[in-house]
């Protein structure tokens, strides 16, 4: 047995009864993929029994016994009709446990993103009935709830990489997402900053174990979910230096985010807790690695404690950041290669410049962070009033209110 890349899609040569080696197209780009539908076929194929197949490697086995001129058994005679009734709950576990999906960093947010898509359209949906109506009705439902154009764009694109998996696969032939354009984000822009003496203040408010988390979102610029996946190999406190690989970082490229000096103490002590069955820097008060969801309940309760309007998101001490490069003056060209966004599209200068960890740390060393009071500025949507008045036998709910712009300003000293 072999397998071997034609083009883009991995090929097998097999002897499926024992006899001479033919060839087989899978028809996925993805080797490990390939290698599970080769083990497959050929347990199926020895025992006769092709009813366990996965629908990747069932649609591989038919072509292999149409190719041959074979009789196809009746395990396998219903392949058009199991393609037909591919489910939506069966193509987003296929979406999940594809191998890039899989390592991806945006696994979590994917998983987040079809809880609402399967919400619309339920478990047992059939997939080849999502089309491009369905897509358009789904975004403008979504934003009719309240749901930020943010949100329903990265639900749009968790569904685009499901059709993805699925064309890879052989399951479908198109993604019907690719022809829906995307809601606006302008909505949804906002402009936030939040001081330095609140922003202790909020600190004071959160759990032990948040604490650290946020510190290290405000003083490097890191998104959640980088800060989330960091592990102590990851960390070199002499150095001052982070080494984020490309498994962990949204843009699939490493890159490496400088310490600041007031972060160096907070990790020592986070460093004096650490887990024995765990390698990760960041842990709940349970001794266990945090996720996304577990620091939303405390950041709000933290939020209103101090008097902050809770939209105010924990991914907006990411801009929080940015704002104090600007205002502490570093080049912008190297706080995007700290935030990660260096990877963009340059301009020809740009890509001939290399940022030494020294550069990364004369950065950082002159950053400030006292540079100006709270002001955040949120373009919104107001949802739906959910409160109903009664009037007789009737009800009625007040209408959703027209976007407004919405501005708190607070003392840097609360």
């Known amino acids: 047995m072999a397998i071997k890349k034609r083009g ?107 809880v609402h898509v399967v919400r619309k359209w339920g478990k047992d949906f059939p997939v080849k009935k999502i089309q491009v109506p369905d897509i358009k009705r789904y975004q403008i439902d979504r934003v009719n709830e309240g749901a930020a154009a943010s949100t329903v764009n990265k639900e749009r694109a968790a569904l685009s990489r499901m059709f993805q998996v699925l064309i890879e696969s052989q399951l479908v032939d198109r993604n019907p997402v690719k022809d829906v354009n995307p809601p606006s984000e302008r909505d949804g822009e906002r402009e936030v900053y939040i001081g330095f003496g609140n922003f202790n203040s909020l600190v004071a408010n959160l759990p032990p174990w948040v604490r650290p988390i946020v510190q290290m979102l405000y003083f490097t610029g890191m998104r959640r979910g980088e800060a989330l996946g960091l ?3 990851n960390v070199n406190l002499e150095s001052r230096i982070m ?83 600007m205002r502490s003056g ?47 500025w949120l373009a919104r949507r107001a949802k739906e009033n959910p409160a109903v008045t009664a009037t007789g036998n009737h009800a009625s709910k007040t209408r959703a209110k027209p976007i407004v712009l919405k501005k708190q300003s607070l003392s840097a000293n609360r």
């Open 243 to 325: 080494t984020l690989y490309a498994d962990q970082t949204k843009e699939q490229k490493k890159k490496r985010v400088p310490i600041h000096r007031v972060l160096v103490p907070i990790l020592e002590r986070v460093g004096r807790l650490r887990a024995i069955n765990s390698s990760r820097v960041f842990l709940t008060e349970k001794r266990k690695p945090p996720s996304e969801d577990s620091l939303r309940k405390p950041w709000k309760l933290a939020l209103e404690a101090v008097g902050l309007d809770t939209a105010f998101t924990i991914h907006d001490l990411r801009h929080v950041w940015s704002t104090n490069a």
């Open 330 to 376: 570093m080049d912008p060209r190297i706080a995007e290669t700290i935030m990660g966004h260096a990877l963009r599209q340059k301009d020809v200068p740009g890509r001939y410049i290399s940022f030494s960890d020294e550069d990364l740390l004369r950065a950082i060393n002159g950053m400030r962070f006292d540079n100006g009071k709270t002001e955040i």
């Open 231 to 233: 592990n102590w190999n």
């Open 8 to 114: 883009n899609t991995w090929h097998l040569r097999v002897r499926p009864f024992g006899g001479k080696e033919i060839w087989v197209s899978t028809g996925t780009s993805l080797k490990s993929v390939a290698e599970s539908i080769q083990q497959q076929i050929m347990i199926a194929c020895r025992s006769q029994d092709y009813t366990f197949l996965e629908p990747v490697a069932r649609a591989a086995c038919v072509q292999m016994f149409r190719n041959q001129g074979w009789e196809i058994p009746s395990d396998l005679s219903g392949q058009e009709e199991v393609i037909e009734e591919l489910t939506l709950w069966t193509a987003i576990e296929c979406c999940l446990t594809d191998p890039e999906v899989r390592s991806s960093a945006n696994r979590e947010r994917m998983e987040q993103a079809f």
